[in-house]
RNA sequence: GCCGAAGUGGUGAAAUUGGCAAACACGCAAGAUUUAGGAUCUUGUGCCUCACGGUUUGUGGGUUCGAGUCCCACCUUCGGCACCA
């Protein structure tokens, strides 16, 4: 027995770990692992590589949550099982470090987001190697740095040459207190999420990336990737397929007036039930839609019509939607279609109900068969007529077959300091260009003030708009618009491959090598942001054949919120927040690791128990003590057989994230070891190896105290040490307990041989006193029997 | 409103997938030890009953020798979407 402390004091011993893992390079990934390792698991071909990855942090000035290490413990239990298992396993981290609280923060305080966020980084680092985590931090990575977001700004132009990057108009949030535009995320509820008051919309020209381009593949692509069901249903709804047919309906006599065109004006309707166009009796335009505008058509309360476009345009989305129930509209006067269906006239209506952003823009109203229309024919005093089914229409090929996507362009233009400038210079006489690749990165200027004003802080820098325009070299002007921070991480796991390369984003013998990744743990809430986003840049790479995949992580696994105790969300404010440096300081970072593993269900939200942590510690303290106890003495069947049983079951535990039971196995081996007076070293050195995982530092600790002077213990890391085996021979008791059931109710339990038959068991029954009795005089109608399980005797 | 997930002791939960419900842990109770403990150890702990025994997985029904698990209806909670024609 080396020499070592009497008491378990993490404080101690886990920081030399964490040094000695480091400087040994036992978390490195090996690119390329041709060579075979010393050990047998490892066949010519190199090890099996297993890229294992977790949503990257935003260093918020918060510090860490206890609610990043539960996702961090689980990938970390898992890239060391698959070490242990001969993997080359890749499990890097970083920083998601653009975003608007830094700035926000500097707003308030003038200390630059680069300082600020730097020194987040710095803490976060520091608490997170305080968890002993396997990262390769050779291969860390900070999205808010020139050589990161200059690959940001290559994917943009990337995008520009492909056709998938293009500026348009579109209605943004915007708060006019701070005057400045805001992102969703900060307009919740229709609020602005600094000043509390209401978000308008305005139109403004703004970079949007065609995603929708992608529409059918991102859906295609759930049915082959192992993620969560409803993380799959929630991409479903949100690209939201559906087919349909589109069909125009002509405005009656509108020829007369526009005899040039050569034909009559039409509205274009798209409706998924074409086989109900005999029951619609008027059309609606949404208010956007041309026909409102058109002058010349002859609309005889122009006026009324305009007004009521004009007021739906400055009302913002969210009043649009608060008026569901109550819908308004304004009739066409003088204008009416014809329904192709049955040639009866019809009257239209502009009605904001009507989006103009799907579709058509326009619908044909069944209120006979659609609520929200038959709301709107009720209050307009409208005919509801009943609706003859019918294929008519699009069998005569009158209604043209069409598919609509609710997915809308991803809108990446933000009038914000901290992010990645978006590569794009105004020329005055050649208009649009890109940057040339070779100029990249367009830096942040750092002469920027950052009080809002309504621009981007980017625009009154003196610096930053000195170019000249790539194609004339005549003046020119920055786009002065970063992008989106969702850009920044929608590639991010390409470059940890390869996050020094100058040349490009990563070497494409490395993608080809690691990726796509095997295993990505991370929170719900990105379900349609991230995860949509980073498949979308796959498969558009994959398009250009740039790579040889397009879905990016094959398993995805959620990891369930930790609520503070009574099961509320932890916030400052509510002063309910428990701070994991506190944890560590108390009772260590692998008490915390064992205790958010065993909590409950990994994807669950469980809220947090103080009491429940110290159970977790009280664990590793007898762990601690048992090691007085093991000696050289051979270990007994027992044990063995137990042993045996809780390899295989941590193993299959761990692959299937279910952490909490591989724990509870972990204890319920303890508590049968400590009723022994002495433990075979086999025995302990086997638990240390299952407990390695989910409590490296004291599984290292303890095993170096073994392996100097009992040889089972072999040298070097744990782990360098193979998963331990099972035996199967075992696994197999040769006595099994078989339930008694008298008439479907259990009534005791007999012991028998394994493989017993039926008549066997049942003499054993008919001679146990205490079941005999609840059979003894009466007629035995059935017996049902399953072997080694159960016997039910129906009376 | 639509889509999804989930309802099991005082608490977090487990249940080999249809076979002794409540493993493991927290809490609680009693005891041991200690000058003392919120440290440690032992025992007990779903509910009703002195007991024999009965009874229990949101509610109501069904299938089955047997249901937490399968089927039908309903209730509640949480998450997402929200006029997508």
């Known amino acids: 027995m080396a020499e070592q402390e009497k008491k378990y004091e993490p404080n101690k011993i886990e920081p030399k770990w964490q040094k000695y893992w480091e400087k040994e390079g036992l978390n490195r990934a090996k690119d390329f692992d041709k060579n075979p390792a010393q050990s047998a698991t490892h066949n010519e071909a190199g090890r099996p590589k297993f890229y294992c990855l977790d949503m990257f942090p935003y260093p918020s000035g918060a510090g860490l949550h206890v609610g990043h290490p539960k996702g961090y413990t689980a990938t970390d239990i898992i890239s060391r099982y698959k070490r242990m298992n001969g993997f080359n396993v890749f499990h890097p981290i970083g920083w998601d470090a653009f975003g608007l609280p830094a700035e926000n923060y500097a707003i308030k305080t003038k200390v630059h987001p680069n300082e600020s966020t730097h020194k987040n980084i710095a803490h976060f680092k520091e608490q997170i190697k305080s968890l002993g985590f396997s990262y390769d931090w050779e291969r860390e990575i900070d999205t808010s740095s020139p050589e990161y977001y200059k690959w940001t700004q290559w994917f943009f132009l990337f995008l520009y040459k492909n056709g998938w990057a293009y500026k348009a108009k579109a209605a943004v949030n915007w708060c006019d207190s701070c005057q400045t535009v805001l992102a969703?995320?900060?307009?919740?509820?229709?609020?602005?999420?600094?000043?509390?008051?209401?978000?308008?919309?305005?139109?403004?020209?703004?970079?949007?990336?065609?995603?929708?381009?992608?529409?059918?593949?991102?859906?295609?692509?759930?049915?082959?990737?192992?993620?969560?069901?409803?993380?799959?249903?929630?991409?479903?709804?949100?690209?939201?397929?559906?087919?349909?047919?589109?069909?125009?309906?002509?405005?009656?006599?509108?020829?007369?007036?526009?005899?040039?065109?050569?034909?009559?004006?039409?509205?274009?309707?798209?409706?998924?039930?074409?086989?109900?166009?005999?029951?619609?009796?008027?059309?609606?335009?949404?208010?956007?839609?041309?026909?409102?505008?058109?002058?010349?058509?002859?609309?005889?309360?122009?006026?009324?019509?305009?007004?009521?476009?004009?007021?739906?345009?400055?009302?913002?989305?969210?009043?649009?939607?608060?008026?569901?129930?109550?819908?308004?509209?304004?009739?066409?006067?003088?204008?009416?279609?014809?329904?192709?269906?049955?040639?009866?006239?019809?009257?239209?209506?502009?009605?904001?109900?009507?989006?103009?952003?799907?579709?058509?823009?326009?619908?044909?109203?069944?209120?006979?068969?659609?609520?929200?229309?038959?709301?709107?024919?009720?209050?307009?005093?409208?005919?509801?007529?009943?609706?003859?089914?019918?294929?008519?229409?699009?069998?005569?090929?009158?209604?043209?077959?069409?598919?609509?996507?609710?997915?809308?362009?991803?809108?990446?233009?933000?009038?914000?300091?901290?992010?990645?400038?978006?590569?794009?210079?105004?020329?005055?006489?050649?208009?649009?260009?890109?940057?040339?690749?070779?100029?990249?990165?367009?830096?942040?200027?750092?002469?920027?003030?950052?009080?809002?004003?309504?621009?981007?802080?980017?625009?009154?820098?003196?610096?930053?708009?000195?170019?000249?325009?790539?194609?004339?070299?005549?003046?020119?002007?920055?786009?002065?618009?970063?992008?989106?921070?969702?850009?920044?991480?929608?590639?991010?796991?390409?470059?940890?491959?390869?996050?020094?390369?100058?040349?490009?984003?990563?070497?494409?013998?490395?993608?080809?090598?690691?990726?796509?990744?095997?295993?990505?743990?991370?929170?719900?809430?990105?379900?349609?942001?991230?995860?949509?986003?980073?498949?979308?840049?796959?498969?558009?790479?994959?398009?250009?054949?740039?790579?040889?995949?397009?879905?990016?992580?094959?398993?995805?696994?959620?990891?369930?919120?930790?609520?503070?105790?009574?099961?509320?969300?932890?916030?400052?404010?509510?002063?309910?927040?428990?701070?994991?440096?506190?944890?560590?300081?108390?009772?260590?970072?692998?008490?915390?690791?064992?205790?958010?593993?065993?909590?409950?269900?990994?994807?669950?939200?469980?809220?947090?128990?103080?009491?429940?942590?110290?159970?977790?510690?009280?664990?590793?303290?007898?762990?601690?003590?048992?090691?007085?106890?093991?000696?050289?003495?051979?270990?007994?069947?027992?044990?063995?057989?137990?042993?045996?049983?809780?390899?295989?079951?941590?193993g299959e535990d761990i692959e299937q994230m279910k952490f909490n039971t591989a724990i509870s196995s972990l204890m319920i081996l303890l508590n049968e070891m400590e009723g022994e007076e002495e433990i075979s070293g086999d025995i302990f050195e086997r638990f240390l190896l299952l407990l390695a995982p989910f409590a490296p530092h004291i599984a290292e600790e303890l095993y170096e105290g073994f392996k100097i002077q009992d040889s089972r213990f072999k040298n070097g890391s744990i782990f360098e040490q193979e998963w331990p085996k099972y035996d199967t021979a075992l696994l197999k008791e040769e006595k099994v307990n078989i339930v008694v059931q008298i008439s479907g109710k259990a009534r005791g339990v007999v012991e028998v041989e394994t493989g017993a038959s039926e008549q066997e068991v049942l003499d054993i029954v008919k001679a146990d006193s205490k079941i005999n009795k609840w059979i003894e005089g009466q007629n035995i109608k059935k017996v049902i029997f399953i072997q080694n399980k159960l016997i039910n005797l129906v009376l």
């Open 184 to 650: 969703n995320e900060q307009a919740q509820d229709g609020k602005c999420e600094r000043c509390s008051s209401n978000v308008l919309q305005k139109d403004l020209e703004q970079w949007f990336f065609k995603i929708t381009d992608f529409s059918e593949e991102l859906l295609a692509g759930l049915d082959k990737i192992d993620w969560p069901e409803p993380i799959k249903i929630m991409q479903k709804n949100w690209i939201g397929k559906s087919e349909g047919y589109e069909i125009d309906f002509n405005i009656k006599n509108s020829v007369t007036k526009l005899a040039d065109r050569h034909s009559l004006l039409q509205i274009r309707v798209f409706t998924t039930r074409i086989d109900t166009i005999f029951g619609c009796t008027y059309l609606v335009i949404a208010p956007e839609h041309e026909i409102a505008k058109n002058q010349e058509l002859g609309i005889k309360n122009y006026e009324e019509v305009k007004d009521y476009v004009e007021t739906a345009k400055k009302k913002s989305e969210r009043d649009r939607q608060a008026d569901v129930k109550d819908k308004t509209g304004v009739k066409l006067e003088g204008v009416t279609a014809i329904n192709p269906a049955n040639g009866k006239e019809i009257p239209i209506f502009v009605a904001d109900y009507v989006l103009s952003s799907y579709g058509t823009g326009a619908i044909m109203a069944v209120p006979a068969q659609d609520e929200r229309d038959f709301e709107f024919a009720k209050k307009f005093n409208l005919p509801i007529v009943e609706v003859p089914n019918s294929m008519e229409m699009a069998e005569k090929g009158i209604a043209k077959k069409k598919i609509n996507y609710r997915l809308r362009d991803w809108l990446v233009s933000r009038q914000r300091y901290w992010g990645a400038p978006i590569p794009i210079v105004y020329c005055e006489k050649c208009g649009e260009q890109a940057v040339p690749e070779k100029d990249l990165p367009v830096l942040l200027p750092t002469d920027v003030d950052f009080m809002p004003t309504g621009e981007s802080p980017l625009v009154k820098s003196k610096e930053f708009h000195k170019v000249k325009c790539p194609k004339c070299g005549g003046p020119a002007r920055r786009e002065s618009d970063t992008m989106d921070t969702f850009v920044c991480s929608s590639w991010y796991f390409f470059r940890y491959l390869d996050h020094k390369n100058k040349n490009e984003f990563a070497d494409k013998k490395l993608i080809d090598y690691w990726l796509p990744v095997d295993l990505y743990v991370g929170g719900a809430e990105h379900a349609v942001l991230h995860l949509l986003y980073a498949r979308f840049f796959a498969k558009a790479l994959k398009r250009i054949s740039l790579i040889g995949f397009d879905e990016p992580f094959l398993k995805l696994r959620n990891v369930g919120l930790i609520l503070a105790e009574g099961g509320v969300k932890m916030s400052k404010s509510k002063g309910n927040v428990i701070n994991p440096d506190d944890i560590v300081k108390e009772y260590g970072a692998d008490t915390l690791r064992i205790y958010e593993m065993f909590m409950g269900p990994f994807d669950q939200a469980i809220a947090w128990d103080t009491k429940g942590v110290g159970g977790a510690r009280r664990f590793l303290d007898r762990i601690y003590k048992l090691k007085e106890r093991v000696s050289a003495k051979s270990s007994n069947l027992e044990l063995e057989k137990a042993v045996n049983k809780i390899i295989k079951k941590v």
